[in-house]
């Protein structure tokens, strides 16, 4: 694998993983609260998001990137 593709795939499995978990934490403690079945709940919910974040970070980033430079006028 070319490392340019590497490094985007890998950047894109921890990204997935930081804001994801932040994000599904935050969901998860607003509407179960913390009880005793709330690591759980938080799990499952981490799981499937990450199981569709990632791929969509992959695929959006690069738009991101063009859109953002397109926006402040530099190159990406």
């Known amino acids: 694998m070319h490392p ?3 490094f985007h795939l890998v950047f894109s499995c921890v ?3 930081l804001m994801i978990s932040i994000m599904t ?11 005793e079945h709330f690591f759980a709940t938080w799990m499952k919910a981490f799981a499937i998001a990450y ?3 990632v791929p ?11 859109v953002t430079g397109k926006l402040l006028g ?3």
């Open 74 to 76: 530099v190159a990406p």
């Open 56 to 66: 969509v970070i992959f695929l959006l980033a690069p738009v991101a990137r063009k």
């Open 15 to 17: 990204m997935g993983a």
């Open 51 to 53: 199981v569709v974040g």
């Open 25 to 35: 934490f935050v969901i998860t403690l607003v509407n179960v609260g913390w009880g």
């Open 4 to 6: 340019q593709k590497k």
